[in-house]
């Protein structure tokens, strides 16, 4: 049986967009791909709701893409109601139990490091270690989810995309589609996401979707690319 995606799209703090989590109901459990912002809380519990996610173990696992405060922002507090697992990749790891979302990156200037937490609210409270450290290839196949985990760095070097047995792939911030469909204007090492996007290329995908925007056929991304 295919399993049904809900697209959960929570506006960002100051009017600076909106960031996608992606629900699927396995058949057996729910698993969340990306949490959005703490800001966006109250929006995300109701969309759970509607979706039968009421009670303890109604969500199994919380999976991130990478370790932003936008897409990592509510997964403490996910675990801690719903008794949920949280999976993600080791090196963006430092990023949620430290709070800084430059940890493992290239430094930005002092005033965007200053700007940063006051944008993200990211306090101690929404910090936490991950249960579940995963890798490229890693199959979620255990978790009643027939899909691998796949490593796709450049927007962090943590990066992971989710990609499905029937070629749906959750990309993070890999790609974007805010205008079009195109790699992230974002990118801490552009060498690793061009080789990144070399690699998706040569995977079976008939659908992404995206950290930012709407999902759309990974053929439109590849033919920009030409």
Known sequence: MAEEIRTISLQ????????????????????????????????????????????????????????????????????????????????????????????????PNVLIRIMIPIFSGFGKSKRFKPDLIVGDGYDLSEHGFDAKVLSIPGHSKGSIGILTAGGDLFCGDL???RDRPAPSSLMDDPVAACASVEKLGRKHIDTVYPGHGRPFPMELVMENKR
């Open 12 to 107: 960002m703090p100051f009017r600076m967009g909106s960031v996608n989590c992606y629900l699927i109901d396995t058949g057996s459990g729910h698993i969340l791909i990306d949490t959005g912002g703490s800001n966006g809380r109250a929006d995300l519990e109701k969309e759970l709701e509607s979706a039968g996610c009421t009670k303890a173990d109604d969500l199994k696992l919380v999976i991130l893409t990478h370790g932003d405060f936008d897409h990592s922002g509510n997964a403490a507090h996910l675990r801690e109601k719903f008794g949920a697992r949280i999976a993600m990749h080791h090196d963006d790891s430092g990023m949620v139990e430290r709070g800084d979302m430059f940890w493992n990156r290239k430094q």
């Open 175 to 177: 790609f974007e589609n």
